[in-house]
């Protein structure tokens, strides 16, 4: 007597994205199933439950065996043993490289180490996202972090070459690259309410206007301009020229301004700009430089909040400050005009993102 054997022959591999999604999220071939069944695929399709419970397990075989390929994109278009379409390629790529934000915020600061592999029960229990996708997700920042970190050049075109990641996905993943390599202090209970997108958003401005430029030898994005942190410092000038400065911003802000807000900048002027220009004579210390996002909160976003600045306060402070610095006599060399709008466009992009209300 002859035992029942499903056959399937195809000379393309089929991927189903709503299955392939349920296995990229975690979920087992019953999991698969209970949800697909719930999505009313049964009844839409008349497949008994069997059938469609052998197809999900059909499809879990073939995303289990091209999950060895999926770890070295490129090798996914050289391989003879699947018939894989362009876009079916590049969807199957997209997807397993895809991250939740929850995840990766909670990977933040963090050294990319065995040992923290084996803490993700804890990430998973925390954002409600499957441990299996959680270990996925860990392995691949830690796969592109090891590949790209040394290499010169743009780390988003690395990773696009390199990974064939859309570039959207590529700049998120560079902007990690990018943290972990400077090693930012982003675990610290004052920093907990930020996201991810708000690192990613610090991080990309910091990449794209403080690095090295391309033009440069050994150019590196994941690198901060040193030569630019050390002449910074110069912009304790300012503090000398502190009132005329004072009264550039406050006699252009009045007329946007409550009274009590007015007086309230008027008084604590001073502290502002002294937090500020600190900032910035203080980033070429590894330490301080590692600690920007905390000082950026206690000393600037803090001290905002506890005077109910709105964000549109804010925004008009930052740009009045900036502009009103250039009209002073002691910014009238070209060089620290360039450096002061270098430094505050990057400044302002970042406590303008962390200021939440």
């Known amino acids: 007597m002859f035992a029942e054997v499903d056959v399937f022959i195809s000379n393309y591999t089929l991927v189903d994205p709503e299955v392939y999604q349920l296995w990229i999220d975690g979920s087992s071939s019953s999991e698969a199933v209970k949800s697909l069944q719930e999505g009313g695929v049964v009844h839409q399709t008349g497949a008994t439950l069997e059938l469609v419970a052998s197809d999900v397990l059909d499809h879990y075989r073939t995303y289990s065996l091209l999950e060895k390929l999926l770890h070295n994109p490129p090798k996914l278009s050289e391989q003879l043993a699947f018939q894989i379409e362009p876009q079916t390629r590049g969807l199957l790529i997209e997807k397993y490289y895809a991250f939740d934000d929850a995840v990766i915020r909670e990977l933040l600061g963090k050294k990319l180490s065995s040992r923290h592999r084996k803490d993700l029960d804890e990430v998973s229990e925390k954002t409600h996202v499957q441990l299996k996708s959680c270990r996925r997700q860990f392995d691949n920042v830690k796969r592109v972090f090891k590949t790209v970190e040394e290499m010169q050049g743009s780390v988003v075109k690395n990773v696009c070459k390199l990974f064939l990641l859309p570039e959207p996905l590529a700049r998120r993943y560079g902007a990690v690259v990018f943290l972990a390599s ?32 391309d033009s440069q030898q050994d150019y590196d994005d994941t690198d901060l301009d040193r030569e630019f942190l050390l002449d910074i410092r110069e912009f304790r000038v300012l503090l000398e020229k502190e ?32 937090s500020i220009v600190g900032i910035a004579c203080n980033l070429h210390r590894t330490k301080d430089l590692k600690d920007l996002f905390v000082d950026l909160v206690e000393r600037c976003i803090e001290p905002w909040r506890q005077a109910h600045w709105s964000h549109s306060d804010l925004t008009n402070f930052l740009s009045v400050y900036t502009s009103s610095a250039h009209e002073l006599d002691v910014f009238q060399e070209n060089d620290l005009k360039s450096l002061w709008a270098r430094y505050m466009s990057v400044i302002t992009t970042c406590l303008l993102r962390m200021f939440h209300t």
């Open 243 to 274: 009132k005329e400065h004072k009264h550039l911003v406050c006699s252009r802000l009045k007329p946007q301004l409550l009274e009590r807000s007015y007086q309230e900048l008027e008084s604590n002027f001073r502290s502002y700009s002294r």
């Open 182 to 213: 400077m090693r930012f202090e982003t675990g610290k209970r004052k920093l907990q309410y930020l996201t991810f997108p708000d690192f990613c958003h610090c991080a990309q401005a910091m990449m794209s206007t403080w690095t090295y430029k």
